[in-house]
């Protein structure tokens, strides 16, 4: 079993639909990072959380400690929203890594 | 800001012979960076953590001798793929982190290998 499950491991969506991935951990982690991986495989990071809600445009991460539980939404969503999404907790240099989340915006 | 530049991006290259990586932080100084393999459908695996100066600190299962990783400044590290055989194919990518452990990784466009 890994240390980070992510669900679902396939999304496919209509344009402007509100999407949520989400993410459990079973390990201690003291971060929690949502990487977005386009089809070239470039990898960007998105958020990194350790407690409570960031939100950066469309993107929303939340995280709840109690629960080693974390969410990424998308809200009104867009074909270029079309990528993998991959959640990865880390204490120190330790990173555990999800399966990735492959979502795909239909126009 | 926090750029990684990845290069080369593709590189194909004949079994036996070695290719090397190269990371550099474009506009900060990496006080750490990592290196990971990634298999086509799977996610990342890190194969080890360079700090600079030191020496790396390999994954279990990564063979040292052959993944050579050297973080000489604070915007290079190089990963070398000694003796490349068909199965070291494969994308190999890095990140790079400034400051201490809860920091943000910034990741480099990844480098895919094919050997034949």
């Known amino acids: 079993k890994n240390e980070v499950e992510q669900s679902p491991q396939n999304l496919t969506a209509q344009e402007g639909e509100f999407i949520t991935i989400n993410c459990s951990y079973s390990?201690?982690?003291?971060?929690l990072h949502w990487l977005q991986q386009h089809p070239g495989g470039g990898i960007v990071s998105l958020f990194m959380?350790?407690?409570g809600k960031k939100k950066h445009g469309r993107l929303i991460a939340t995280i709840n400690i109690q629960e080693k539980h974390s969410s990424l939404h998308i809200t009104a969503s867009h074909p270029r929203d079309s990528a993998v999404y991959i959640c990865a907790g880390n204490t120190g240099n330790q990173f555990y890594f999800g399966t990735g989340t492959s979502l795909t915006v239909i126009p | 800001g926090a750029v990684v530049s990845q290069h080369p991006s593709r590189v194909i290259c004949k079994s036996g012979t070695s290719v090397k990586i190269e990371c550099r932080s474009l506009d900060f100084q990496a006080t750490t960076m990592f290196w990971y393999r990634q298999f086509p459908k799977q996610s990342l695996m890190l194969m080890a953590t360079s700090n600079e100066g030191s020496k790396a600190t390999y994954e279990q299962g990564v063979e040292k001798d052959k993944f050579l990783i050297n973080h000489a400044s604070l915007t290079l590290s190089t990963l070398t793929v000694t003796s490349a055989h068909p199965e070291d194919s494969s994308f190999y990518i890095c990140s790079a982190r400034v400051g201490q452990f809860n920091s943000p990784l910034h990741f480099g466009n990844g480098t895919r290998l094919t050997v034949t």
């Open positions: 959380l350790s407690s």
């Open positions: 390990v201690g982690i003291s971060a």
